[in-house]
């Protein structure tokens, strides 16, 4: 079994019954009592971040996680397909592990899924997108001295806001996290 002195960042640990992994950590020394391990938590299932404190040596379990590639094919009615990059055997993965992510995903876009066992722990999928612009407002040449956005609707459907010189078939890369408008990519 381990213990806290086995921590290190990165490290996928089970508290609470749900997968966590270790943000940070730091081990202190009191000049009276105990020492302990003050540190971050991430739950991979539902995304929150909490503080928490372990004893020095108290027992932890790690969760040995295997990471694969996938390949995104389509989405159907609450699940994306996906195909393993090494083996070809296609999988059925619930949208709500997603998120907002699924509005900017297009097909061949490749994706991690980390997994306990045949459990699905969390997907990662990449952090940009890149994507055509197919509708919005005309363009106008010399207008990028303000911060002004308008929207525009991507050619996977999702409505982003844009400067105001995007135009049509302009391709722009995305953050998929924030689903923000970062810049336009040159042809």
């Known amino acids: 079994m381990a213990d806290t002195s086995d921590f290190r960042n990165g490290l996928i640990i089970r508290f609470k019954n749900d997968p966590f992994i270790i943000v940070e950590f730091q081990h202190v020394k ?9 540190s971050t938590l991430k739950n991979l299932k539902t995304g929150k971040v909490l503080d928490n404190t372990f004893r020095s040596g108290e027992s932890i379990e790690i969760i040995r996680v295997e990471r694969k590639k996938f390949q995104y094919l389509y989405s159907e009615v609450d699940t994306l397909v996906l195909m393993d990059n090494e083996t070809y055997e296609q999988i059925n993965v619930p949208a709500s592990f997603f998120g907002d ?10 994706i991690e899924i ?11 999928p990449p952090i940009f997108a ?4 197919i509708e919005t407002e005309p363009g106008f040449r010399g207008n990028t001295a303000t911060n002004t956005f308008k929207p525009a609707k991507m050619e996977t459907g999702a409505t982003v806001n844009v400067p105001l010189f995007i135009d049509v078939d ?18």
């Not at 009191?30 to 003050?38: E, I, L």
């Not at 980390?114 to 990662?124: A, P, R, Y």
């Not at 890149?130 to 612009?133: A, G, N, T």
């Open 170 to 187: 302009d391709v722009i890369k995305i953050d998929i996290r924030t689903g923000e408008y970062v810049e336009r990519v040159k042809s």
């Open 130 to 133: 890149y994507l055509k612009v």
């Open 30 to 38: 009191p000049g009276k009592g105990g020492a302990f391990v003050r």
């Open 101 to 110: 992510a699924v509005d900017y995903l297009k097909g061949s876009e490749e």
């Open 114 to 124: 980390l997994f306990d066992g045949d459990e699905i722990i969390t997907v990662e």
